[in-house]
């Protein structure tokens, strides 16, 4: 079984400031993650992912996430928010299934920027 | 390339009807797979088409069917309508055997049931 936790429902920062949102997963095999975000009215973006490579995984427009195999975690990061990251985000764990790839999301955390 | 591609993009119902809602996934993409996002939920996954069968499916009742046409493009259907299917239903395609990253996900159908 996989599943994955958002800590938060919601993250509020200013622009400029930095982003963290929180992520736990929990799988019974080596799992592949991944951070999703969704604009109002617009398809699931993917943003990065991790597959057993590195631990550091960068994404697109800034976004970063590391896995952390000791706390069961993958957060993600950016230094610095800008207005049009405002969106929600989730996290992602997928394990193969006969020869599928069938994911599981977290609830999702909606970032709010604030100018 | 039009990507994802569904119809219709908002859907009113009433209790006990059914509905159906297509997709077209993107142009050289032969599986299909079906979400449910409730409000302020995590996308859901319902099932996985490829081929024109259903390989794949997650924890939804027999309600809930779909099938795949000879073009890849696909439909999910809905009967009994309940009141808790109302929700924001995602189709993605992807090449059949890829990972995860390779999927693509439509704009949605937004469905309201009554």
């Known amino acids: 079984a996989q599943s994955v936790t958002q800590l938060d429902s919601h993250v509020s920062v200013s622009e400029g400031t930095p982003v963290l949102l929180r992520c736990n997963y929990s799988s019974s095999y080596s799992p592949s993650l991944f951070w999703y975000v969704q604009h109002p009215n617009k398809g699931l973006q993917l943003l990065l992912k991790y597959t057993s490579a590195a631990t550091l995984v960068k994404g697109i427009n800034g976004f970063e996430a590391e896995f952390k195999k000791s706390e069961t975690s993958f957060h993600l990061t950016k230094p610095s928010a800008h207005m049009s990251d405002a969106a929600e985000y989730f996290c992602?764990?997928?394990?193969?299934?006969?020869?599928?790839?069938?994911?599981?999301f977290g609830r999702g955390t909606s970032l709010i920027v604030h100018p | 390339d039009a990507g994802v591609t569904q119809s219709p993009t908002h859907l009113i119902k009433t209790r006990g009807q059914q509905v159906t809602l297509r997709c077209s996934p993107k142009?050289?993409?032969?599986?299909v797979s079906w979400y449910q996002q409730a409000l302020g939920q995590g996308p859901q996954f319902i099932f996985q088409?490829?081929?024109?069968?259903?390989?794949q499916r997650g924890n939804f009742p027999d309600r809930f069917s779909g099938h795949q046409f000879p073009n890849y493009s696909s439909e999910l259907n809905v009967n009994a309508l309940l009141l808790g299917d109302s929700a924001l239903y995602l189709c993605?395609?992807?090449?059949?055997?890829?990972?995860?990253?390779?999927?693509?996900f439509g704009p949605g159908t937004r469905l309201l049931v009554l």
């Open positions: 992602v764990v997928s394990v193969a299934s006969g020869g599928s790839y069938i994911p599981t």
């Open positions: 142009s050289g993409h032969d599986t």
């Open positions: 088409y490829y081929e024109e069968e259903e390989r």
């Open positions: 993605a395609s992807s090449i059949a055997g890829r990972p995860l990253e390779t999927q693509y």
